[in-house]
């Protein structure tokens, strides 16, 4: 996820151009809005009215989208899908519920990790809110922010997460056939992204509608904002049961729309391959005894797959992934017995410490490593003056360097806001 800075700059604004704000005509009666917040929402005109499905994040986003369907058409509002309950997909729902209180579908076990707070058991919301606006760089200026890695730069956020309506209809865990208002749809359990992932069959389009569980990204296996594992195996099984559809056009929750079987094809077959490469890598390494960072560092995705385009990094990560994989099968004991001799960070810090020759030595050895760009070597220095309160107003200038190095080098747009989110933390502390 990281290159010199021109081309890491050049990566990111050439992704940009996959949200751009457009309505994509996808049959007569099918419409997409791309671009207009974090995630599309699609519009399928029935007999007498729409059928809206996933309803993006931000009621002002949901109005503006609604303001240009309504070019289209000025049929009722008659159902709304969830394809999952990531908050981009359902926060801008009430726009569309509003005047005709639509029937809303979602899996049996739609549960948001973001929106239902009170609801989400024992969970660090404070920590969770602080990364998730790090990991989408809000505060950031526009050149910081060059993008969400699946969303534009520029979005609203009035009425951010506040357009929710519960689901009305839940869907059991068994694929189902249904006519809603004269339209005919399969729709079907989709575990990947999220286990409440639902998918959408329409026969007679050859469209199917597979929320998150495809973009044009490496799939985001582990989200740096914080989330709990996320069945990989799963995810890889539910890409093999979209395959069995003849699919001419794929819609997805993020980005433009795909066309052609050919091409659909090999995106999910890809798509599959790269979670079992992690899948297998990761289960390799820890058979072979070796630590989790050791996997990540020793495993890559085959060359095959790491020159497509729709497998860059700007939102998932390969190496975050295989540690997530390893994390969520084993638990975070690699094996390695060294790990279970706990000991505080601030005596190992105050032994390292030592060895390097002290206070002078350490203040010596950032300036080095500053000034031949060891970048992460300064953010693991400052990381040991930290845990002993030796932090200075040099060191956090020289850490605040490589941040800012390293962020520059980064077109992971998580990382890469999460490392300016931290920069500005730092700003504003001053
Ligand atoms: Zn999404």
């Known amino acids: 996820m990281m290159r010199d800075k021109a081309t890491a700059m050049r990566l990111l604004h050439a992704h940009a151009k996959h949200f751009q704000k457009q309505i994509y005509q996808i049959t007569d009666t099918i419409h997409l809005a791309v671009g207009y917040a974090a995630s599309n929402v699609s519009m399928i005109e029935g007999k007498t009215g729409l059928i ?6 931000s009621t002002s986003a949901a109005e503006n989208i609604l303001q240009d369907f309504r070019q289209i058409s000025d049929k009722p509002i008659h159902t709304i899908i969830y394809t999952h309950s990531h908050r981009d997909h359902i926060g801008g729902a009430s726009i569309f519920a509003n005047d005709t209180d639509p029937e809303i579908y979602a899996s049996a076990n739609f549960k948001s990790d973001l929106i239902d ?18 990991q989408f760089g809000m505060g950031l200026t526009s050149n910081e922010r060059v993008h969400i890695g ?21 869907f059991a865990d068994m694929p189902q056939e249904l006519e809603i208002d004269g339209v ?62 003849p699919a001419e056009i794929l819609v997805s929750g993020h980005g433009q729309p795909v066309f052609g079987s050919e091409d659909i094809s090999e995106r999910l077959t890809d798509y599959r391959d790269a979670i079992n490469a992690v899948i297998d890598q990761a289960i390799a390494g820890m ?42 099968l084993m638990g975070w004991y690699s094996g390695n017995v060294e790990e279970l001799v706990m000991r505080s960070p601030k005596e190992k810090a105050a032994d390292w410490l030592a060895l390097l020759g002290g206070v002078d030595a350490l203040l010596l050895a950032v300036e080095d490593a500053t000034i031949s760009q060891n970048h992460a070597l300064v953010l693991e220095l400052c990381e040991m003056a930290r845990h002993l309160d030796l932090m200075t107003d040099p060191l956090h200038q020289m850490r605040r360097q490589a941040l800012c190095e390293i962020a520059e080098q980064t077109y992971n747009a998580p990382v890469r806001n999460s490392l300016f989110s931290a920069v500005m933390d730092m700003d504003n502390k001053e």
């Open 52 to 57: 809206i499905i996933d309803t993006t994040e």
């Open 117 to 134: 707070a009170a609801g989400a058991g024992a969970m660090p919301m404070g920590s969770l809110l602080a990364r998730t606006k790090a």
């Open 150 to 170: 699946l969303g534009p730069e520029d979005r609203p956020l009035k009425g951010l997460g506040q357009g929710f309506v519960p689901p009305t209809s839940r």
């Open 184 to 245: 005919n749809l399969h729709i079907f359990p989709a575990p990947g992204e999220t286990a409440d992932h639902i998918n959408i069959w329409l026969e007679d389009e050859k469209l199917l509608f597979c929320g998150d569980n495809y973009y044009q990204a490496f799939p985001n296996l582990y989200a740096i904002r914080g989330t709990a594992y996320r069945d990989f195996e799963s995810w890889a099984n539910t890409l093999n049961q979209l395959l069995q559809f």
């Open 287 to 328: 058979n072979a005894g070796l630590t989790f960072d050791e996997i990540a560092d020793q495993s890559a995705l085959p060359d095959r797959l790491a020159e497509k385009p729709w497998l860059i990094e700007h939102y998932g990560s390969f190496a975050y992934a295989i540690k997530a994989c390893c994390v969520g």
